[in-house]
């Protein structure tokens, strides 16, 4: 989708958040791979099954949008209102999660074999993802066990991480 053609739809959106006529901004299945959503109103947006990927998406206001099935791998999350938001089934890996707000997100940098390693929990959707994986604790340990089968000091690594992440989730 051109950003000329975005920024029309994003314009309607906002005049229907404010009454004013326009109509609810409907972008499932489009491909906004790439695409500049910072600081965008996308509150009430359907973005289903939406490609988003590598997408900037810092400051934008995502509260109560549908991002199910929404493909979100590398987007710019950062500072991005996520509150009440459907995130269900939709790819959060490399995600820039700093300053998200609505979710509880702890990520944590690795020293592991990869650049940039990270283990990042997203507490209210009990989903965790590095690398290239996605999904809940047990299947993450069954990952780190046949992946890093033949490195101890690897695994031991990942699970100290995970242990932090869940004293602090605890507290």
């Known amino acids: 989708m051109k950003q000329e053609e ?10 229907w958040l404010r009454s004013e006529g326009g109509e609810r901004a409907d972008l499932s299945n489009a491909n906004l791979s790439n695409a500049n959503l910072s600081n965008a109103n996308l509150s009430d947006t359907n973005l289903s099954d939406t490609n988003l990927s590598y997408a900037n998406l810092s400051y ?32 959060l890996n490399w995600v820039n999660w700093q300053q998200v707000k609505g979710l509880t997100v702890i990520c944590i940098q690795v020293d592991t074999t990869r650049k940039n390693n990270q283990i990042a929990y997203i507490k209210e959707l009990h989903v965790w993802t590095t690398g290239c994986f996605q999904g809940k604790l047990y299947k993450l340990k069954a990952s780190i066990e046949k992946t890093h089968k033949h490195n101890e000091k690897l695994k031991k690594r990942y699970y100290r991480v995970i242990d932090f992440i869940l004293k ?3 507290e």
């Open 168 to 170: 602090e989730v605890a």
């Open 60 to 91: 934008a206001n995502l509260s109560y949008a549908n991002l199910s099935n929404a493909n979100l791998s590398n987007a710019d999350l950062s500072n991005a209102n996520l509150s009440y938001a459907n995130l269900s089934d939709a790819d």
């Open 6 to 15: 975005l920024d029309i739809i994003l314009e309607n959106h906002g005049k």
